[in-house]
């Protein structure tokens, strides 16, 4: 069974330019989150999608977007790129959204390495 | 205060020794995750806790709900044990949100 595979590994933009990273969870796997991790604060949650709808949201402006497909692809948009934008970006894939009483396992990708210059 | 902490930051081993890493949050949780990350930057999922203990081949995690604290335990610690260990905890009403700790940087020396 593939992983979550994420593309690309690595990525150079310049400031101002827009970015878009791509993210196909574990076949199956209907839930998508993504993580922003930097060496100053460390692993950050994004967002996470499941069946197309942005389930939640941690605390980032409104320059980080994404989206979910039907085949559960997902992407994740980061427009007018600042350079404290450079950072590893993760995303994860699970079968069933997060809910109170459920606890699933999350299969995280290797990571797109972002660096804005 | 962030809401998990790990100890310590940095921890260097010979090969053979016992490790133990410590996590302690201060929020609610309905799941523990240790995840590793190599060099690379890929993030393994270890394990995944909301009770107990669990044991993977040389790997041992434990958790106690009523103190919020977890410690991964490596056993006959080896070199390629080196990378990050996290710690992350997924809320009571989180969905697949994750809250991470620092991490761990772990080096095991031959």
């Known amino acids: 069974k593939a992983g979550v595979t994420q593309t690309p590994r690595y990525l150079i933009k310049t400031r101002g330019q827009q970015v878009t990273l791509s993210c196909s969870p574990i076949?199956?796997?209907?839930?998508v989150s993504w993580y922003q991790q930097t060496p100053g604060q460390g692993l950050q949650f994004l967002f996470e999608y499941f069946s197309e709808t942005q389930r939640n949201k941690g605390n980032f402006p409104g320059r980080f977007s994404g989206r979910q497909f039907s085949n559960s692809r997902s992407e994740m948009n980061v427009s007018t790129l600042e350079l404290g934008d450079s950072a590893l970006y993760l995303c994860?894939?699970?079968?069933?959204?997060?809910?109170?009483?459920?606890?699933?396992?999350?299969?995280f990708g290797q990571g797109t390495r972002l660096t804005v210059v | 205060k962030n809401e998990v902490e790990q100890s310590p930051q940095n921890l260097t081993a010979q090969e053979g020794e016992f490790i133990t890493i410590n996590c302690s949050y201060s929020v609610g949780i309905s799941a523990l995750h240790w995840l590793q990350q190599h060099p690379g930057g890929g993030i393994v999922s270890l394990f995944m806790?909301?009770?107990g203990k669990k044991k993977h081949g040389r790997l041992i995690a434990t958790i106690n709900i009523q103190e919020k604290h977890s410690s991964l335990h490596i056993t006959a610690s080896h070199p390629r044990d080196s990378a990050v260990y996290i710690c992350?905890?997924?809320?009571?009403?989180?969905?697949?949100?994750?809250?991470f700790g620092g991490g761990t940087r772990l080096m095991v020396k031959p």
């Open positions: 992350a905890v997924k809320g009571d009403n989180a969905g697949n949100m994750l809250t």
């Open positions: 076949s199956g796997h209907r839930s």
């Open positions: 994860a894939s699970s079968s069933k959204p997060g809910q109170v009483s459920m606890n699933t396992e999350a299969f």
């Open positions: 806790l909301s009770s």
